[in-house]
């Protein structure tokens, strides 16, 4: 087994992980620049009954309905 299923975490964080690790060992002209790519986000889609699921401020509004 994977010494990183080991310690808990799926492959998605774990490539987080490790590119992050790597970003902090850059020299330090390159790593500003770097840096910059580790403030990403991942914006998650729910669904419900076969259909997408906004979710905004505590309420769930149907995609279809956002149109």
Not at 18 to 23: E, L, P, T
Not at 36 to 55: N, S
């Amino acid at each position: 087994m994977s010494s990183w299923r080991l310690a808990g975490l799926n492959y998605i964080n774990y490539s987080r992980v490790c590119a992050r690790i790597v970003r902090r060992s850059l020299k330090p002209d390159i790593r500003v620049e770097a840096m910059k790519r580790d403030e990403g986000f991942i914006r998650p889609i729910f669904w419900k009954d076969g259909k997408a699921v906004v979710i905004k401020k505590n309420t769930q509004v149907a995609a279809e309905e956002k149109a």
